[in-house]
């Protein structure tokens, strides 16, 4: 097909404190390297949609206050290509902006929605997917989405039914979605992952853009209405201005929540490329290849670890003796500013950091 | 009596690791501040002596590497009242270069040895007992030791029984030792605090000059041997090279040990005064005011901590957030170039940081 038909959006602008205390509200994951790479996750993520469709195409939504960020990582990007937001409202409103953009610049654009923050390692599986999925949108008028054949009863991911069951996925083919059901407890993503006719879904969307419009309109008009007629503004003087206000008094919405669990469009495209959405830092743990005997993993300078076992000591700096004694399933954090010590599971991480949402930790979030 | 006879030997020459990493061996315990008094162990040693005996009867034995360090807290100190150890080779020899020192200088010398790392709260009381024990030793021909009524079965002392029994302990007079037992297990620890005729040594030692010269003499020859007339060196410019031989040669020896555990001669005073020998992380955590319902005590910035009990959080620094969860009994220890995570426990503590002896921790020592 004509990939100068074919765009992608990256999404980038998260600010999440899950792996708190390396990111900071000034720095999110998504502009880290946590799992020691070499390369941000960002960058990552540009890179590897370079290889399927031309620089020009690759569009970065992020908050304003990213935007020096998203520079240092990619500074050949364009400006026309950096859409900024000015108020943080989840993934909806975000990919209307990009949506009427995209229109505005060609009728016939296809695009995909890409996370900023996934490990997707065998990268060539990866292109050639998401090109057959760009040829399926263009045949096909649906919601496409990437799912991921699930591993364990994981209660961090949404999962989505396949119509047809457990057979209609043995084709490989995009299927159309019975359901879809977000961050279930254990007790169901077991029942999920028993029955066989549930995927992860990846949070990776494609579709044409004028598909994803119509349905926009149809399940979102509170939010869409607010953007009516800026298709003027776009590339004008006054963008900023429309976008500011259209931002303020629209909603927060997922994409997942306001569009993909209403239309009757959503698809799912059964995916074998390996994907990880390393969101925290137990499943970071994974990632971390330097480790011991006893399974404590370290991203740090000298660690001297004894009665410990299960736990990561992370210290970004890389200069000091860790000693540690008596840990077990723990995670040790030392940046310049904040130490944290707290067992590893998300659970217990999440509601514990909760807490710096707090005054008087304004300072260390 | 006349105070112009009575002298004391401050002993600061220990490099311990029991305050690791706070402690180093470049800067030892006696010259910090650990229990945030405001000043160091030293200096309030050396306060403390000054308000009973003359300024320039008070020396200080250190180790030449700290030269600088007692300068630094003592700037008034006179350098012929600061005896430089060249090998660190425990308290006896120590003992035998002030002892030749001070009957050079005074053969009617009397002297106190005192640690230089203990805390002492009740200043008046110390200073009365320290008069009342030169007088005894001026009429009494004893090596005096000072003891302290156990509180409980400690392992960490050394434990002194009396003659006479519990009975001889009510006149609060000094008192013949019949034994010395250092560090004794739990066990007897127990049977020891039950009987009611045990003491605990406060390391604290107190003679005429002259007897503790003729018992040295008498129980460490070997040792003495090597001091053998180097009265005539002292105060010249070939002292530090005949010191400096002597020492190379000699054993490593404890006055309790060598001297104290062997001697008929030894007595001990039953004190009032309140003394704590904070020489561990876990005698420490009783001196920490800054402490949370959960008897978290803290000498840090700011600290978040959750599900945590019993636990010490360290940070000279002040600088950091230190947020924890889950750690019962522990202590955390935040410096500059080392973190420590580690059951507070004494014994746990002292056999993990023995580890710090290999030579790939050399520069965290």
């Known amino acids: 097909m004509n990939t100068n038909n074919c765009y992608c959006v990256i999404m980038a602008g998260g600010a999440g404190t899950r792996f708190w205390p390396v990111s900071r509200v000034a720095r999110p994951k998504q502009f880290l390297d946590v799992a020691e790479t070499g390369k941000t996750f960002i960058r990552h993520t540009y890179d590897r949609m370079l290889k399927i469709i031309p620089k020009d195409n690759i569009l970065i939504v992020t908050a304003g206050r990213y935007r020096d960020l998203v520079m240092e990582q990619i500074p050949e990007l364009e400006s026309h290509n950096l859409l900024l937001e000015p108020y943080a409202k989840n993934t909806a409103p975000s990919t209307i902006y990009a949506t009427y953009t995209l229109l505005k610049r060609n009728p016939d654009a296809h695009f995909m929605v890409m996370p900023s923050d996934y490990i997707i390692e065998n990268e060539e599986m990866f292109a050639n997917t998401v090109k057959d999925a760009f040829e399926y949108v263009e045949k096909n008028d649906v919601l496409l989405t990437f799912g991921v054949v699930p591993t364990r009863p994981d209660t961090n991911y949404g999962y989505a039914q396949v119509c047809g069951g457990r057979d209609a996925l043995m084709s490989n083919e995009p299927v159309k979605v019975k359901t879809f059901t977000e961050k279930p407890d254990k007790a169901l993503a077991k029942i999920f992952l028993g029955s066989g006719e549930f995927l992860w879904n990846a949070g990776m969307f494609l579709w044409k853009a004028e598909t994803i419009r119509k349905e926009m309109e149809k399940h979102l008009p509170q939010v869409t209405g607010l953007f009516k007629g800026w298709e003027h503004a776009l590339g004008t003087g006054v963008e ?126």
């Not at 840990?327 to 950091?353: G, M, Q, R, S």
Request: proline share 3%; glycine share 4%.
């Open 240 to 365: 900023e201005e429309f976008v500011r206000k259209a931002f303020a008094d629209c909603m927060n919405v997922s994409l997942a929540y306001g569009v993909m669990e209403k239309t009757d469009m959503a698809w799912i495209y059964p995916v074998q490329f390996d994907w990880q959405d390393v969101g925290t830092w137990e499943s970071l743990y994974n990632y971390l290849t330097d480790r011991d005997e006893a399974k404590n993993a370290f991203s740090a300078g000298k660690v001297l670890a004894e009665d410990s076992k299960d736990t990561m000591v992370i210290s970004p700096e890389k200069k000091k003796l860790i000693a540690i004694k008596g840990l077990e399933d723990y995670i040790v954090v030392d940046t310049e500013d904040v130490l944290l010590i707290c067992p590893k599971d998300d659970k217990k991480f999440k509601d514990f950091i909760s807490q710096i949402a707090m005054p008087e930790f304004e300072k260390y979030r």
